[in-house]
């Protein structure tokens, strides 16, 4: 059974940082994209981040571009979603996802066959 386990979230002061991270079972991700999605209370959710498993390629949303960064540990099978500089716009719940449909970096809930529970993510101002 493919697994995703998302945790790191919490309260966080307005300018500052966490770490999400997001750790895979069940199946190995190789050259598989991974990525990360929010949703905001009262809105929809949306794409914040994307990277190939087996290489460097990385997405951003514009929202997030110089603030986020998405990295991975193979050996770990577990992928990170670091966040500097946050926003109480960045409050939202987070979500991890994989795909085995696609190979480009997709920013597409739809192309995502696989997702976290989401792990809540509060920046206070």
């Known amino acids: 059974q493919v697994q995703l386990v998302e945790s790191g979230g919490g309260l966080v002061q307005a300018g500052g940082s966490r770490r999400l991270s997001c750790a895979t079972s069940?199946?190995?991700?190789?050259?598989?994209?991974m990525g990360w999605f929010r949703q905001a209370p009262g809105k929809e959710r949306e794409f914040v981040a994307a990277i190939k498993w087996s290489a460097d390629n990385t997405r951003y949303a514009d929202s997030v571009k110089g603030r986020f960064t998405i990295s991975r540990d193979n050996a770990k099978n577990t992928v990170y979603l670091q966040m500097t500089s946050l926003k109480p716009d960045d409050t939202a719940v987070y979500y991890c996802?994989?795909?085995?449909?696609?190979?480009?970096?997709?920013?597409?809930?739809?192309?995502?066959?696989?997702w976290g529970q989401g792990t809540q993510v509060t920046v206070s101002s």
């Open positions: 996802a994989a795909t085995t449909l696609v190979v480009m970096l997709t920013t597409r809930q739809g192309d995502y066959n696989y």
């Open positions: 069940g199946r190995t991700f190789s050259s598989y994209v």
